[in-house]
């Protein structure tokens, strides 16, 4: 980039969106539909998990299953 000054600005911004997202990433909790468990998915398995409107392919950490959890609105594991 020929302006450095676009890239002050661009930098620390990204980085506090990425901090954002990561934080509200760890407040969603998921419910397995095969055992009931609820739980909430690590970030990086979050990013890299197939989804289906806001449900998201998880493996259950309670069975062990790949499945599709949809979000639980109830938040309190």
Same mark, same amino acid.
């Given at each position: 980039?020929?302006?450095? @000054?676009?890239?002050?600005?661009?930098?620390?911004?990204?980085?506090?969106?990425?901090?954002? *997202?990561?934080?509200?990433?760890?407040?969603?909790? $998921?419910?397995?539909?095969?055992?009931?468990? !609820? *739980? !909430?998915?690590?970030? $990086?398995?979050?990013? @890299?998990?197939?989804? $289906?409107?806001?449900?998201?392919?998880?493996?259950?950490?309670?069975?062990?299953?790949?499945? !599709?959890?949809?979000?639980?609105?109830?938040?309190? @594991?």
């Amino acid at each position: 980039m020929d302006n450095p @000054l676009l890239l002050i600005i661009i930098i620390p911004v990204s980085l506090i969106l990425g901090l954002v *997202f990561v934080g509200d990433i760890s407040k969603t909790v $998921y419910a397995c539909p095969k055992c009931g468990t !609820r *739980f !909430r998915a690590k970030w $990086y398995k979050y990013l @890299l998990s197939g989804h $289906y409107g806001e449900d998201k392919v998880l493996k259950c950490p309670k069975c062990g299953k790949k499945c !599709r959890c949809a979000v639980s609105y109830d938040q309190k @594991l």
